[in-house]
């Protein structure tokens, strides 16, 4: 989950790696590091925080060369502080920076120890370092250095190494984590996404897993995990250098809250015609796989997660398909009972989320028939590895706390609901009545987006508290875990989502007046149970806001604040409600003063387990 920066050229490169780092700061930003090589010379300098301190540092102390590696760090193996930041140096010598866990460290660090080895750290990247010292003492080079270390390596890993022993080159490796190199003239760079690199470059190699290369100016030679040089496809990327930046809203989160209605309209364009969904959105074979299909399984973890539990009741309910959900984390490592026929569905923003990958790859022994990849992210370890790929066409979220993409997401799978749903009983009429609601759905959010200003108002009486309850009935459901999520990942407050028919089970213990509980009421079968349930909530004292269907009827009372929502049909609705919650979420993380982009303990891509 850590950001890795290198560069290799004519001209000095702490500037480029330092921007490089602040493009990656959603990946981690508890320390940073650079090193650089100069007359033979390794160069380093690392700070505790975010890389505006590692910026004020290096204003002091200018790093000059044309070859470096940078780092900012989302802490696993010791605490976030000077000592455990990268680039870590064996005998200033060779500089190494690490993406990943290390699951041998331990056993590696004891030989190294033995060996004369004197560790100045407590994280696991440290003995790759110095086996890689090692093994240059050994007589090979850089290269041969690294490849025989990662033959030593369990676990996770991007690499990136320099030494003093050949200062005209960069190594690095992959295995687990990804590794993006970009292509310029007579320069050549690498790092964890291309969003780093687009101030330089929008020419791209993506490296494959347990792929190692070596990079010069000139040059870059790859070779596969077999030791066999080989020739990846170079890419070229749409994306523009101000892609990742904040035009003007206060915080990237803002900014791609209210993006998402052109994110939606992207995610649509193309994949529907006349009033039905193209099975060539799924990509190529899609057809055939699509009219073999019996049952789906969807896997992924945290926001992805509740998308995939918003699809369910939709892949049950409109398609008659049978569908579970699983998380990641917990499905690789069980044994499933495979059904016949059965699509294993991935969702994943970035497409390299560690444990989702994992689970992939264990479908593929388990037997599933068919896999499909729902990504951001093109070239990324998912999309590879999967038959299918729906990509969500979002573009890059930078905040940690995800917006566009949840919603995008929703979009593409309710496209797979309906294109399954044609082949099990799906009449004509309800598919082109999906695909309109969809086709309005950016116009849709736009129009509840203009309640931002009253949700900054009612954000106010959230300033103090310190737990929230979310309600929701039906799909509605995982909206509202959704909702519990963002105010908890950026605001800090407890929250917590239940079914509302939950309430009477043992989370009504916990409503009084100091607990705000949060509802989503779209107008549907279920309102008036879930108004039975608020009833419950009122008679214990509790303070209510509900977001409500405006043409629910709700006794206005000083106990109940209510924020009218215009008429959605119900199969959408869980996305536009969806869009109130993070806006609430957002104003009052801001009203309590919080780092709503970078929040505390968290980092975008889960790249490690």
């Given amino acids: 989950m850590c950001g890795i920066v290198g560069a290799v050229a004519q001209r000095d490169v702490a500037p480029i790696l330092v921007e490089g780092l602040k493009r990656l700061e ?28 590692l910026e004020e540092a290096l204003q002091g102390e200018p790093h000059a060369g044309g070859l470096g590696i940078a780092h900012t760090r989302w802490a696993t193996h010791g605490v976030p502080s000077i000592r455990n930041a990268h680039p870590h140096v064996c005998r200033e010598t060779v500089a190494l920076v690490h993406n990943g866990i290390i699951e041998n460290h331990e056993r590696l660090r004891a030989e190294l120890t033995a060996a004369g080895h004197t560790f100045t750290s407590d994280t696991d990247t440290e003995v790759v370092v110095n086996r890689i010292y090692d093994y240059l003492q050994d007589g090979d080079d850089l290269l041969a250095a690294v490849r025989r270390t990662t033959a030593d390596l369990e676990g996770a890993y991007a690499l990136g190494v320099l030494s003093t022993t050949c200062t005209d080159r960069l190594v690095v490796a992959r295995r687990g ?14 790092a964890s996404d291309v969003f780093a690199l687009l101030p330089v470059t929008q020419r791209f190699i993506f490296l494959e897993e347990g792929d190692v ?39 990237f989160m803002l900014k791609e809250i209210f993006t998402q209605p052109r994110a939606v309209a992207e995610t649509l364009e193309s994949r529907i015609e006349h009033g039905r969904v193209l099975d060539e959105t799924f990509g190529y074979g899609a057809t055939a796989v699509l009219d073999r299909v019996k049952s789906v399984t969807i ?24 569908c579970t959900v699983e998380v990641a984390s917990e499905f690789r490592y069980r044994r499933p009972v495979v059904a016949p026929d059965a699509l294993f569905v991935t969702i994943s923003q970035s497409g390299e989320t560690a444990d989702t990958l994992a689970a992939l790859r264990e479908a593929k022994h388990w037997g599933y028939a068919h896999s499909l990849a729902v990504c951001n992210v093109p070239e990324s370890s998912l999309t590879r590895e999967s038959e299918l790929v729906l990509m969500t066409r979002a573009g890059p979220e930078i905040g940690v706390a995800s917006t566009k993409a949840f919603t995008t ?17 799906m009449s004509e009429d309800t598919e082109r ?55 908890k990942e950026i605001s800090y407050i407890h929250a917590e989502a239940y079914p509302a028919g939950e309430l009477k089970h043992g989370p009504l213990a916990l409503v009084d007046e100091d607990m705000p509980v949060i509802a989503v009421a779209p107008n549907n079968q ?21 977001f409500a269907d405006s043409r629910v009827e709700v006794g206005r009372q000083p106990d109940i604040h209510v924020l009218d929502v215009s008429p959605v049909d119900d199969a959408i609705a869980p996305i536009v409600y969806t869009i109130p919650l ?22 975008k891509s889960v790249t490690v387990e």
């Fill in 26 to 53: 959603y990946r981690g930003y508890d320390s940073a590091g650079l090193a650089t090589v100069k007359d033979g010379t390794v160069q380093r300098v690392r700070v505790a925080g975010k890389v505006r301190v």
């Fill in 433 to 487: 009545a999906l695909v309109h609601q969809l086709e309005t759905l950016p116009g849709r959010l736009n129009g509840v987006l203009e309640l931002n200003d009253r949700i900054a108002d009612l954000s106010q009486a959230f300033a103090h508290k310190h737990h929230a309850l979310f309600l929701g009935r039906g799909s509605m459901y995982p909206v509202a875990m959704e909702g519990a999520l963002k105010l």
């Fill in 582 to 603: 993070q806006l609430l979420a957002y104003h009052v993380a801001v009203i309590r003063g919080a780092d709503v982009d970078q929040p505390r303990n968290l980092a």
């Fill in 177 to 190: 984590s990804p590794l993006v190199i970009g292509l310029g003239i007579g320069e050549n760079f690498v």
């Fill in 299 to 322: 896997v992924a973890c945290g926001t992805s997660y509740h998308a995939g539990l918003v699809a369910r009741y939709w892949m049950e309910g409109l398609a008659g398909v049978p």
């Fill in 409 to 425: 997401q929703l979009v593409a799978l309710m496209l797979l609901v309906i294109a399954l749903g044609r082949r099990h009983g």
């Fill in 213 to 251: 290369a070596e990079i010069t100016r000139e040059q870059v030679r790859i070779f596969d995990l077999e030791g066999r040089p080989v020739t990846r496809a170079e890419s070229l990327s749409e994306l523009s250098a101000d892609a990742a930046e904040k035009s003007g809203y206060r915080h």
């Fill in 526 to 546: 279920l309102l008036e149970k879930l108004k039975s349930n608020l009833e419950e909530v009122r008679a214990r004292g509790g303070q209510l806001y509900l």
